[in-house]
Structures are given as C-alpha cells and as structure tokens.
C-alpha cells in the first residue's frame, strides 16, 4: 500500500479525485496527512470528511517552514509527497528526504515557472492562441515546474474555447492522470 501526504493549497478538487479512488478500491493507497498553507482551504475540509489529519503551515519565511514541515512530516509513514494544487516553493530539507510530484496545468515547460499556476496559465494558453494544452505530472525539484516529467496528457483547445473551458478540460484529464500515475507508484511500493 502506499503512504501518501497530500500537499493542496485551494479547493481540494484533485484531493477529493485520490480520495474516491481509495474509497472506491482503483488506488491500494492510504492518505496519512493533507497539508495546506491555507487554513481556509477546502481540500482540509475534505481531508476531515475524510478521517484524514491536516496540518496547516503558517505564513513564516521559507527556512522555518521546510524544518516545521520537515518536523511534522516525521511523525508519519511517506512513500510519496503529491502537490495537488500547493502554491508553495518546497524546501531543501524536504526534497533531499522525499519523492514529491506535482501536477501541473499546461503542457511543460510552456506555461509554467513561478506565478503560473490555475487560471492565469488557462489565460495565457487561449491569449497565445494555443490549440492544445492539458496537464503535467512531473517530479519536484528545486525550481517552479522544473523537474522531470513523469505523465502529459493533452486536451484540444478549440477557438472558442475561454479560460474556463480550458480549465474545464484540463482539470478532468487531470484527475485521471494523477490517479493512474499513482496506481503505478503503488504498484512499485507493494513489491518493495
């Protein structure tokens, strides 16, 4: 089985699709914590639905919060770290201990780097007159959107198409991805 923490800074939309895969016995992995930087974010309502703990990190400089994290994600079993909409940089501390993902909504490397998360990215794919986009999975590293790619997945972007739409498009693909990506991590921890 696998040992996730769950990174999500907003709605939680990507954690409640890893949440309902468990449930629904697609994924052999159990969430041990949802970490948020935002104590009003949806995705920690989620996780106490849920059973899950949650952890919140304050709004403290970048060096405090990787060794407060690195602290707290001790008490837990962690095979895998996923950012699920975290808008925060990852420590040294943490990357030098942890495999973490993040999925990420363009096709990278266009549309990604620091600021370009959400529906500013789904902007600047329909301003450049895009006709593909989609999502992302890739490894974390030291840099925003960086690290190597583990899964892409492309959408159609029509002409008509908004921000939205392309949000809309983005966003199912995503889930899917994510959680068939992490069905074969589990497969890979259950043989360790």
Same mark, same amino acid.
């Given at each position: ?5 769950? +990174? ?42 849920? %059973? ?9 400089? +970048? ?11 001790? %008490? ?15 420590? *040294?501390?943490?990357? %030098? ?5 993040? &999925?990420? *909504?363009?096709?990278? *490397? ?20 895009? #006709?593909?986009?989609?999502? &992302? ?21 029509? *002409? ?19 959680? %068939?990506?992490?069905?074969? +991590?589990?497969? #890979? +921890?259950?043989?360790?």
């Amino acid at each position: 089985m696998l040992n996730l923490v769950v +990174f999500a800074s907003g709605n939680g939309s990507t954690l409640q699709a890893i949440i309902d895969a468990i449930n629904n016995n697609e994924l052999s992995a159990t969430i041990n914590l949802v970490v948020s930087n935002n104590k009003d974010a949806f995705a920690l309502e989620r996780a106490k639905k849920n %059973n899950i703990d949650t952890y919140i990190i304050g709004n403290k400089e +970048f060096q405090s919060q990787d060794e407060e994290l690195y602290e707290v994600l001790s %008490n837990y079993k962690i095979d895998l770290i996923v950012l699920a909409g975290y808008l925060k940089m990852i420590g *040294p501390k943490l990357l %030098n201990k942890y495999t973490i993902i993040n &999925t990420h *909504p363009s096709l990278l *490397p266009k549309y990604g780097g620091k600021g370009m998360y959400g529906m500013k990215v789904h902007k600047a794919v329909v301003e450049a007159g895009e #006709k593909i986009s989609g999502v &992302t999975l890739h490894y974390v590293n030291s840099e925003y959107d960086k690290g190597s790619i583990i899964a892409q997945t492309k959408v159609d972007v029509l *002409p008509t198409d908004t921000a939205e739409d392309v949000s809309a498009k983005v966003q199912a693909v995503e889930k899917i991805q994510l959680v %068939n990506e992490l069905k074969k +991590f589990s497969l #890979k +921890f259950s043989r360790i």
